[in-house]
């Protein structure tokens, strides 16, 4: 079973930053794709990013290119969401999220079914 836990949430103003990081435990998390999802209230769940086994290859939703980047370091089982340029509309409750085990090795995955493993969530809240 694998575990994922969430930090580094927080009130912010737009134009500001956050880091969030994710330690998952239960498993050697480099056969596992990684990724970060949020929820703001009415509205769905959405992917926000993505990061392929070695974390080679990304994927970002087109709302948060050129602000957000995604990391990870597969020796502390840990993956992070560098959150640069807020703006109001980022604003939600952010999931981290472990694939199953051995996509393939480049596979960046956007579904929430290609993720069986949810944290808890960690709400952000950007002010204007």
């Known amino acids: 079973q694998v575990q994922p836990v969430e930090s580094g949430g927080g009130l912010v103003q737009a134009g500001g930053s956050l880091r969030l990081s994710c330690a998952a435990s239960g498993r050697t998390l480099n056969n596992y794709v990684m990724g970060w999802f949020r929820q703001a209230p009415g509205k769905e769940r959405e992917i926000v990013a993505s990061i392929s086994r070695s974390g080679g290859n990304t994927y970002y939703a087109d709302s948060v290119k050129g602000r957000f980047t995604i990391s990870r370091d597969n020796t502390k089982n840990t993956v992070y969401l560098q959150m640069n340029s807020l703006k109001p509309e980022d604003t939600a409750v952010y999931y981290c999220?472990?694939?199953?085990?051995?996509?393939?090795?480049?596979?960046?995955?956007?579904?929430?079914?290609?993720?069986?493993?949810w944290g808890q969530g960690t709400q952000v809240t950007v002010s204007s």
């Open positions: 999220v472990v694939s199953g085990v051995y996509p393939p090795i480049a596979a960046t995955l956007t579904r929430p079914s290609d993720y069986p493993y």
